[in-house]
């Protein structure tokens, strides 16, 4: 069987009683309510929150996200939500991407109630997120934190609340939520790539040559 690529649009999406433009809907009722936070019911029982490091279930959620208090530390922020589409693959599920930006001039709540406002914007880099419903209309997965293009925003690539975070000069001490670095091995191993790309090139225009010619003479 011959490769084959093929484009895909919602039209591509599998069959599920609830169409595209309600599951918009009920997305956006989702994030006007603090993605269920304060209207609990939308969210499924076995409801699940996985970002790439915090996996969360419904009860762990509601109180973790409910603590951070964003609105309160960034009370001028602009949260952009667009490109719904629907998941190819998987029955229920939309995807869509997000970027924000504001000023740190209020205070966080929960286990960042320590930091004072540090008057610093943010802008956050383009993030992907989905949402998966259940055919009742109920939120049964929650992924994102994504981000798609790390060198956009001043979040050092990070997405949610690491990167909001190493913004405003707070960055959590721990790896996963520092901004990515190349690791010591990488790098010696782009330097013999480029030595050996050196060699080659001082090879083909010096050494060569001289090579060539002297065989030239011999004969």
């Not at 973790?64 to 667009?82: N, V």
């Not at 740190?104 to 709540?109: A, I, S």
Request: proline residues 7%.
């Amino acid at each position: 069987m011959a490769p084959m690529n093929r484009y895909l649009t919602d039209g591509d999406a599998p069959a599920f009683p609830l169409k595209f433009d309600k599951l918009v809907e009920l997305s956006k009722e989702l994030i006007n309510t603090k993605f269920g936070c304060t209207k609990t019911e939308l969210l499924a029982e076995d409801f699940q929150f996985r970002f790439p490091i915090v996996e969360l279930d419904k009860t762990r959620f509601v109180e973790a996200f409910a603590s951070f208090k964003l609105d309160d530390a960034f009370p001028d922020m602009t949260t952009d939500f667009y490109g719904w589409r629907m998941d190819p693959y998987i029955p229920g599920r939309i995807w869509f991407d997000t970027q924000g930006k504001g000023t740190h001039t209020g205070k966080f709540g929960g286990p960042f109630a320590y930091v004072k406002p540090t008057q610093k914007g943010v802008v956050l880099p383009p993030q992907a997120l989905s949402f998966t419903f259940n055919e009742a209309g109920q939120l049964t997965y929650f992924t994102g934190g994504y981000v798609i293009d790390r060198r956009l925003g001043n979040t050092g690539g990070l997405g949610g609340v690491f990167g909001i975070m190493h913004a405003i000069g707070k960055t959590l001490p721990f790896p996963e939520a520092r901004p990515f670095s190349l690791s010591y091995r990488y790098r010696f191993f782009t330097l013999l790539d480029k030595v050996g790309r050196g060699i080659g090139c001082i090879f083909n225009s010096k050494i060569k040559p001289l090579l060539v010619g002297a065989s030239k003479k011999s004969t």
